[in-house]
C-alpha cells in the first residue's frame, strides 16, 4: 500500500514540471528595413512575397556599392 501511496504523492509533483519553452512562431526573416512590409500579411496583403524582392533588390544594391567601393580603393592607391 505505501508504493500507491508513494506514486499518489509524487504523480501531482511530476505534473508540475515547468514545460521547455515554446518556440516562438514569428521569428524575423529578411532585412530589418522590411519587416514592416512583412508585418502586412496580417492584413491580407503578400507581404512576405514583397518583401523578399525588395530584400533581393536592397542586397544588389549592397553588392553593387561594395564592388564599385573596392573599384575606388584600387584606384586610389599609388601605383
Given at each position: 500500500?505505501?508504493?500507491?501511496?508513494?506514486?499518489?504523492?509524487?504523480?501531482?509533483?511530476?505534473?508540475?514540471?515547468?514545460?521547455?519553452?515554446?518556440?516562438?512562431?514569428?521569428?524575423?526573416?529578411?532585412?530589418?528595413?522590411?519587416?514592416?512590409?512583412r508585418?502586412?500579411?496580417?492584413?491580407?496583403?503578400a507581404?512576405?512575397?514583397?518583401?523578399?524582392?525588395?530584400?533581393?533588390?536592397?542586397?544588389?544594391?549592397?553588392?553593387?556599392?561594395?564592388?564599385?567601393?573596392?573599384?575606388?580603393?584600387?584606384?586610389?592607391?599609388?601605383?
Amino acid at each position: 500500500m505505501k508504493p500507491v501511496l508513494i506514486a499518489a504523492l509524487l504523480l501531482p509533483l511530476a505534473a508540475c514540471q515547468p514545460n521547455a519553452e515554446p518556440k516562438k512562431v514569428d521569428d524575423t526573416q529578411g532585412r530589418a528595413e522590411t519587416q514592416g512590409i512583412r508585418n502586412t500579411e496580417a492584413i491580407g496583403y503578400a507581404g512576405d512575397a514583397i518583401a523578399n524582392k525588395v530584400d533581393g533588390a536592397l542586397d544588389a544594391n549592397d553588392q553593387r556599392k561594395d564592388a564599385l567601393d573596392a573599384q575606388l580603393k584600387a584606384a586610389e592607391q599609388p601605383q
